[in-house]
């Protein structure tokens, strides 16, 4: 029973020694992570496991963990400071293909045959090299694609227009409940909100799944449905 109450509390150390070394090392989505931070983040979580189910003093991985933190900080630190080390920790960007012509040597750094790069193009839309002008490979490994300019998308700039800068939809309500910092960073109160919840027909929070607020002061109201969508439209 000790055995099990020791785990317990280990497994619970673990959990809150990687929050707080997850809060200190940021926050990034998996697309966003080096090589170097993939690697580190793997380690740090195999000796969180072995912290949590061994029965020896927590305070070995626990140091191990405290220690790979901040190596991953101090990488991170002098990588925004030092180029050449940058390019070393997180790679560099690499010409797959630019104005007709395809670099083999550097599809093959990126450990990528012309089929692969060619999917990876029709997965942008692209299905034809001609319409490429530009594709990198990022040193997080996405590809960008800058499109020749004939078929690039016509932009307002390119009709001589300037069309109003629009401001991203704020949710005011979310799941029946008035989001109040929201609605008053939109410059409404509530006697707003009332009022135009009735114009729209609707006379119970409780009802409302989501309601947001663009740039022109618009309500878009978006009721709660219970019942499930049927799949069988997209078959």
């Not at 619970?12 to 997850?22: D, E, N, Q, R, W």
């Not at 029965?55 to 963990?65: G, H």
């Not at 400071?81 to 940058?86: D, E, H, N, T, V």
């Not at 300019?149 to 939809?169: F, H, V």
Request: glycine fraction near 6%; charge should be neutral; proline fraction near 4%.
């Amino acid at each position: 029973m000790k055995e099990v109450s020791y785990i317990i509390l280990t497994s619970l150390g673990s959990v809150i020694a990687l929050f707080i070394l997850t809060k200190i090392i940021g926050n990034h989505q998996m697309s966003q992570l080096s090589m170097f931070d993939y690697i580190n983040g793997i380690t740090i979580g195999s000796i969180a496991a072995e912290m949590a189910t061994s029965l020896e003093k927590f305070t070995k991985p626990l140091t191990a963990m405290i220690v790979y933190a901040a190596m991953s900080v101090l990488f991170a630190f002098a990588s925004r400071k030092s180029l050449p080390l940058r390019r070393i920790l997180e790679g560099e960007t690499l010409i797959l293909y630019d104005d007709g012509r395809l670099f083999r040597k550097n599809l093959s750094r990126a450990k990528m045959d012309v089929s692969e790069f060619l999917t990876e193009c029709r997965s942008k839309g692209y299905f034809n090299l001609a319409n490429i002008q530009t594709a990198l490979l990022e040193p997080n490994g996405k590809i960008s694609i800058l499109p020749a300019a004939a078929n690039r998308p016509i932009t307002p700039q390119d009709m001589n227009l300037s069309p109003e800068q629009e401001k991203p939809a704020v949710n005011v309500v979310l799941d029946g409940k008035i989001l109040h910092a929201n609605l008053r960073y939109t410059g409404n109160d509530e006697i707003w909100l009332q009022k135009q919840l009735a114009a729209q027909g609707v006379h119970e929070l409780k009802n409302i799944f989501l309601a947001t607020c663009d740039g022109k002061n618009n309500l878009s109201v978006y009721l709660r449905i219970d019942s499930p969508a049927s799949a069988s439209l997209f078959e």
